[in-house]
């Protein structure tokens, strides 16, 4: 059982830079790939950004490519997602999810943990 945390969300003017972190319980977060997702009201959830167990392969959509940086720190059981240059269409609900898997996953469902969520809002 793996229990996912998330903070960091918050109101931003367009242009400028948040940093969310996802906070995992459980001794085999290191086993995990992680991921970011976001859903704004009326849309479905998508991938964000994803990370495999070590750190060292990284996936990002296509929207957030060169903005967003997703990392991870094993020691504290945390996976971080850097935030630059938001825009007013980034603004949604952002969860941090758990596969089980080495590799990065895209598809979120084979992610079986998901935290409550923390919102980020960009102003124009």
């Known amino acids: 059982q793996v229990q996912l945390v998330e903070s960091g969300g918050g109101l931003v003017q367009a242009g400028g830079s948040l940093r969310l972190s996802c906070v995992a319980s459980?001794?085999?977060?290191?086993?995990?790939?992680m991921g970011w997702f976001r859903q704004a009201p009326g849309k479905e959830r998508q991938l964000v950004a994803t990370?495999?167990?070590?750190?060292?392969?990284?996936h990002y959509a296509d929207s957030v490519k060169g903005r967003f940086t997703i990392s991870r720190d094993n020691a504290k059981n945390t996976v971080y997602l850097r935030m630059n240059s938001l825009k007013p269409e980034d603004t949604a609900d952002y969860y941090c999810?758990?596969?089980?898997?080495?590799?990065?996953?895209?598809?979120?469902?084979?992610?079986?943990?998901w935290g409550q969520g923390t919102q980020v809002t960009v102003s124009s």
């Open positions: 459980g001794r085999t977060f290191s086993s995990y790939a």
């Open positions: 990370i495999n167990f070590i750190g060292v392969i990284t």
């Open positions: 999810a758990a596969a089980s898997s080495f590799g990065v996953v895209t598809d979120p469902r084979l992610y079986d943990y």
